[in-house]
Every structure is written in C-alpha cells, then in structure tokens.
C-alpha cells in the first residue's frame, strides 16, 4: 500500500458483496476504501488470508473464496476470516470443488438470506497435503485457470471473425454468382 493511497482513499477495504461481483480467485489490490477510523473497528485481513463470504441470497455463492495476497485490508461483516499456515490459493480453490460444496450445503440455513456460522465452517474437514504438494496443485490449476481466461477473452474475437466468415459466405452463396469451389 503506497502512503499516498492511504491518505487520499483511505484504509483498503473489502465488502463481502464485492466478493461475488468484483473479485475473483485471489487478489491483491482492493477496490473500495473506508476511513481508518471505521478500520480501527473492522476485523483486519492480512497477507495469505482467506476471507470467505459467509451470506449470501444463494446456496453457491455462500463461501465464496477469496485469497487475499495483498497487505492489510478492512473486511466487512458477513466475512469470516481465516488465517492459516497453508498455501491460501490451494484452500480457495478446494472450497470451489463439490465435495466442499456439497458438504457446506448441509451447513447452510436462513430462507431468504442464506448463511453459513463459523462454528458450522470449523467442524468441515479440508484435505491438506504437503506445502510441496499444495503448490504444485496451485500452479496447476492457476496454469488451467490461464489458459481459460486466455481463450473467454478471445472468444469475443474469435466469434466476431466466424460471424464475418458467416456474412461473407452468406452473401456470396446468396447472390447467386458463380462461385468457384
């Protein structure tokens, strides 16, 4: 955190909402900002926390995951957070698996406004292997994870070329020219 963001923006924050709607994996950088007087009050999240949404209007998004690889940082309420001696990317992406999501469905109540306690979170067993281990898993799926933002981000382009192939063809077949195959 750079002295001059702190002073202009504030203390870095994450709001649990933002969770589903600005974040993804991890990250490193937050979007919002509160005043350090707000801060004093909020639980603090530091490097290689996992901060888990813990509400949620649906039964997916209820702990969502998001490893936190920057500096300090205010959560909100409706966050847990947890700290760890594990590799924090490797445990957010095993929250993400079924087995997880399976077994947290079952830990979930409310009706409208859906949630998940602490307490019902730290009976849940997480299979941990080796920091080794849990690292190469990591680069791995980080790896997969690459190659398929590259391919969603050039999808767009990959689809406005096909439809232009299309149009071309179409209006060549449908001109009724003769076409040389």
Not at 42 to 62: G, P, Q
Not at 103 to 127: C, E, F, N, Q
Request: aromatic share 10%; with cysteine; charged share 25%.
């Amino acid at each position: 955190m750079q002295k001059a963001d702190f002073v202009e923006n504030g203390f870095p924050a994450i709001h649990y909402g933002q969770i589903y709607t600005k974040y993804g994996l991890s990250a490193n950088q937050t979007f919002s900002y509160v005043s350090a007087d707000l801060a004093k009050k909020l639980k603090i999240a530091d490097k290689n926390d996992l901060l888990l949404a813990t509400t949620s209007e649906n039964d997916e998004d209820v702990c969502k995951p998001l490893a936190w690889l920057g500096e300090k940082a205010a959560i909100s309420g409706d966050m847990m957070l947890f700290r760890h001696q594990q590799n924090v990317k490797f445990l957010a992406y095993y929250i993400q698996t079924t087995m997880f999501q399976s077994a947290k469905k079952k830990k979930i109540t409310g009706t409208k406004v859906r949630r998940v306690s602490s307490a019902d979170l730290s009976t849940m067993k997480i299979p941990v292997p080796s920091l080794s281990e849990q690292t190469h898993i990591v680069e791995i799926l980080d790896r997969f994870d690459t190659l398929t933002s590259d391919l969603i981000v050039g999808l767009p382009r990959e689809i406005e070329l096909r439809q232009k192939q299309y149009e071309y063809w179409r209006e060549q077949l449908l001109s009724f020219k003769k076409i040389k195959f």
